[in-house]
C-alpha cells in the first residue's frame, strides 16, 4: 500500500466543528453502540466529517479523537489506513474515482485515465485549475459486470466509453452533474444482459398458496359426513385391489408372473393382510376448527389432505389408534413403518393435551 499522509499545513484549516445537523447525527450514531465500545463510531464520523468538508482534514481528526475519547494516533491510523478517506483537497464538484482492478483495465480503464489526466490534471489528487474536479485510481468498486466504470462520490457510472466520460466531466465542471442519470450508460438495466434479457422471458403467473390448497382439497378422497366412519368409495384403485381375497389373489398372481412364480408361492401383494377395512380407524365429521396434523412430525400438506380425506381431523383420534390401526395407515399411505418410526401417536398425544407446550416439555423441541 502507498504511504498516505496528511495534506500540507498550507491546506489545513484552523479548526473544525460539526454543523448542527451533522452533531446531532453524531450524537445518535455514538449512542448506537454500547457503553464503553464507542470508539467504534470512528469510521462514520470520519466519513461524516469528510461528507461536511469534502476531505478529512487533521483538525478534524483531532475533533473525532476528542470527542471519543480517543489518542489521536489511534485516529490517525484509521484516516490514513482506509483509502475511502480523502485526506487533502478534492474537486468541490466531482473527484473521479476510475476502477484500475483487472475486469475494468481489459475493457479500457485505461483510456479513462487518459480522458482523466487530459481534462482535469495529469496527476491523481491534483485539482484543476479552477479546483472543482479531480481524480485518482483505485482497486475494484464492485460492478465487474459493468466494466469499466468510475465512481464521483457515492454514485457509480458504468459501461462507459472514452467519449461517454467526457461528456461527464464537462457537466460535472459546468455545476450540472444531476443531469447524468448514475448506472449504465448504455442500453441495459442494473447488470442483466446488454440487449436484455435472454432467458426465463415467459410471463410467469404468480403462485397463491390457495391455489395449492384447493388442488389438495381436491386430490383427497371426500367422506360424507353421514358416512366418516365407512370405508372411502372412491379410494385409489390400489386400495380397492386389497378389499376382497378374490382381488388380492388376482394381485398376487399377476406379481407372480413378474417375478418369475407362481400364486401360491410368490411374495403376496405388500401387506394386504393389514389393508382389511375392519381395522381402518373410525372417522369423524370435519369440525369447525380441525386440528393442525402436519405439525405431527412426518405429516405434510399432502399427508394431511389423505388423511382428512379419511375423516382424521384430530390429534385425539391419531393418539388413539391401536396397532393394528396404525399398521392399516401405514399401508394405506404406503410408509413402510413411518408411524412407528417418528412415533405418531406419542406425538398426537402430547398435543392433544397441551398443544405446543406439552410437545416441548416431552419432546425438548416444537413441533415442526
Not at 151 to 157: H, L, V
Request: hydrophobic share 40%; glycine share 6%; net charge neutral.
Amino acid at each position: 500500500m502507498s504511504v498516505r499522509r496528511l495534506a500540507e499545513e498550507q491546506f489545513q484549516p484552523a479548526g473544525f466543528s460539526f454543523n448542527a445537523e451533522n452533531a446531532a447525527w453524531a450524537e445518535a450514531t455514538i449512542r448506537k453502540y454500547p457503553a464503553g465500545r464507542q470508539q467504534s463510531a470512528v469510521i462514520p464520523l470520519l466519513m461524516r466529517a469528510q461528507e461536511q468538508d469534502g476531505w478529512v482534514t487533521k483538525a478534524a481528526i483531532e475533533f473525532v479523537a476528542e470527542m471519543l475519547d480517543m489518542a489521536y494516533i489511534r485516529v490517525l491510523e484509521v484516516a490514513t489506513f482506509y483509502t475511502q478517506f480523502q485526506l487533502r483537497p478534492i474537486g468541490t464538484r466531482a473527484h473521479i474515482q476510475v476502477c484500475g482492478t483487472t475486469p475494468c483495465m481489459l475493457r479500457g480503464a485505461e483510456d479513462l485515465i487518459h480522458v482523466c489526466k487530459s481534462k482535469i490534471h495529469a496527476e491523481p489528487f491534483e485539482r484543476n485549475a479552477e479546483g472543482t474536479l479531480s481524480w485518482e485510481e483505485v482497486e475494484c468498486q464492485g460492478a465487474c459486470v459493468n466494466a469499466p466504470m468510475v465512481m464521483i462520490f457515492k454514485d457509480a457510472y458504468e459501461d462507459l466509453t472514452p467519449t461517454q466520460l467526457e461528456h461527464i466531466i464537462d457537466r460535472f465542471a459546468a455545476g450540472k452533474g444531476s443531469d447524468i442519470k448514475p448506472g449504465p450508460q448504455i442500453d441495459r438495466i442494473h447488470s442483466a444482459p446488454v440487449g436484455g434479457p435472454i432467458a426465463l422471458t415467459d410471463e410467469i403467473q404468480p403462485i397463491r398458496f390457495s391455489d395449492h390448497a384447493d388442488a389438495a382439497r381436491a386430490a383427497a378422497p371426500s367422506v360424507p359426513p353421514a358416512n366418516a366412519a365407512k370405508p372411502v368409495t372412491d379410494a385409489p384403485e390400489t386400495d380397492k385391489r386389497l378389499k376382497t381375497p378374490a382381488t388380492a389373489k388376482k394381485a398376487a398372481a399377476e406379481n407372480a408372473k413378474v417375478e418369475g412364480g407362481n400364486a401360491d408361492t410368490a411374495r403376496p401383494v405388500e401387506t394386504a393382510s393389514v389393508a382389511d377395512e375392519k381395522n381402518r380407524p373410525a372417522g369423524i365429521e370435519r369440525p369447525a376448527t380441525p386440528d393442525d396434523l402436519k405439525m405431527i412430525s412426518g405429516v405434510g400438506p399432502k399427508i394431511e389432505a389423505t388423511l382428512n380425506g379419511l375423516g382424521i381431523y384430530t390429534f385425539e383420534q391419531v393418539a388413539k389408534w391401536k396397532k393394528a390401526e396404525r399398521e392399516w395407515v401405514d399401508t394405506y399411505l404406503k410408509f413402510a413403518g413411518r408411524i412407528e418410526r417418528d412415533d405418531w401417536v406419542k406425538q398426537a398425544k402430547a398435543l392433544a393435551k397441551g398443544g405446543e407446550a406439552e410437545y416441548i416439555k416431552v419432546f425438548g423441541k416444537k413441533p415442526r
